[in-house]
């Protein structure tokens, strides 16, 4: 795994992190943005770690 993909796995657990984090402090619109957020980073980790077993079984072929 290169360096920048760890960067941007780890960006994106932070931001799902900062997403739970504002869902369970809002009560309105807020709770669904945090919500989001945090489904919008889970889903960019697990393209990041997707991407990377790609790769690596295009690399073998």
Not at 20 to 37: I, N, P, Q, T
Not at 53 to 61: G, H, K, N, Q, T
């Amino acid at each position: 795994m290169t360096g920048s993909r760890i960067f941007f796995t780890a960006f994106a657990a932070l931001l799902a992190l900062v997403g739970l984090f504002a869902a369970a402090a809002s009560r309105d619109y807020l709770h669904v943005f945090g919500l989001m957020l945090f489904a919008f980073g889970v889903v960019f980790a697990l393209s990041c770690v997707k991407r990377h077993f790609d790769e690596a079984e295009a690399a073998r072929r």
